[in-house]
């Protein structure tokens, strides 16, 4: 994917990645080498949302943490605006840092259980010494109803509140310093069903009064469908379908996309949408010896010899939607996949 400088593009990342050493070298054999991310590009443009979905051990949290420079980077770029985050070292890193921040998964662990909640939303304030004590107090204060906490509940310890609250705390924390971009780690999988609609409103409701940037990292279809404006599905390390919302979800083109989306429940689809499932066979390749076509290759219900002899390109088959499959052909202008989920009956 080339990228072309739009002046609204917020974060650009190009051609990332994150290659982790496993064990140490032996006598005549290197060290192996687990390519969790490898070779991913996209765009987000500002004010909106990037969700990046795909089963475990996609690559997608790798990527969020490379982003945020919270995990080495092997190789690529990433650029916040006019910013090379690739680049940054110590103080500058430290204060790039108010302009990008994360929500993580697990609203009980992420927080410190000694620590009361308004000393954790203002914690960011004190370490990046950001306005005055009076002005941070202010701060804590506007970010707590902003969240729907009660002002009195910054005195209270993490036990004391509910998943959906704890949650509510992590996103005040991360909205503190008034950051350009939010990674959102999987914000909702750990919460009930009932409080996830709560928390996905809240986050759309401060995008859209705080113009803020989400790189939305999900497992879940039916969440990000809700939430996003551009989708990127990953499996074993790389982007295999990029596309706008509307896009995707009219017509998936990837045989791995079309089978995520055959397992999406419906309301009322009971037996009926369980009989359309799209099953995969086997597992994922490893990621430490990836194949050298195709890595869905040996999974896909459609593939041919060709795929898993050569790695298909990300190539563009219809406005701004990418697809990385050789099976998906364009006839009288329109890009037909190769697989798709089964009439109900």
């Known amino acids: 994917m080339t990228f072309i400088g739009k002046t609204d593009t917020l974060l650009s990342v190009e051609d990332l ?47 969020a943490l490379a982003v945020m420079r919270l995990s080495p980077v092997t190789s690529g770029r990433m650029r916040l605006g006019g910013t090379d985050l690739g680049a940054l070292q110590g103080e500058a890193l430290r204060r790039a840092r108010t302009r990008m921040q994360i929500i993580f998964q697990d609203p009980f662990s992420s927080l410190n259980p000694r620590e009361r909640a308004g000393a954790t939303v203002r914690a960011p304030l004190e370490l990046m010494q ?17 969240v729907g906490l009660r002002p009195e509940q910054q005195h209270l310890f993490p036990h004391q509140f509910s998943g959906g609250q704890r949650q509510r705390i992590n996103i005040a924390r991360a909205l503190a310093t008034n950051p350009e971009l939010v990674v959102c780690d999987e914000p909702v999988s750990a919460l009930d069903i009932a409080i996830r609609a709560q928390i996905l409103n809240l986050l759309v409701r401060l995008q859209r009064e705080l113009g803020l940037t989400y790189l939305f990292i999900s497992h879940d279809m039916a969440v990000v469908e809700h939430i996003c404006d551009d989708i990127a599905v990953m499996y074993l ?3 295999v379908e990029r596309a706008p919302r509307r896009s995707f979800f009219a017509r998936p083109l990837h045989p791995y996309s079309v089978a995520l989306m055959s397992a999406v429940p419906t309301v009322g689809g009971g037996r009926r949408r369980a009989a359309s499932r799209i099953k995969l066979s086997g ?15 040996g ?10 002899a050569e790695l298909p390109p990300l190539r563009e088959v219809a406005p701004d939607h990418w697809v990385r499959c050789r099976r998906v052909d364009i006839v009288d202008g329109m890009a037909l996949p190769p697989l798709s989920v089964p009439d109900l009956p």
Do not use: M, Y
């Not at 597992?283 to 290759?297: E, V, Y």
């Open 237 to 239: 390390g790389q982007i």
């Open 130 to 146: 950001v306005g005055t004590p009076e002005e941070r107090t202010r701060r804590v204060a506007e970010l707590f109803e902003a």
């Open 283 to 297: 597992d994922p390749p490893s990621p430490i010896n990836p194949p050298p076509g195709c890595r869905f290759a």
């Open 17 to 63: 990645k994150v290659h982790f050493a496993r064990g140490k070298a032996r006598w005549g054999k290197p060290a192996e080498v687990v390519k969790a991310v490898d070779g991913v590009s996209f765009e987000i443009r500002r004010g909106t949302t990037l969700a990046v979905v795909g089963e475990s051990g996609s690559g997608k949290t790798t990527t």
């Open 299 to 308: 999974r896909c219900p459609v593939a041919e010899p060709a795929c898993a």
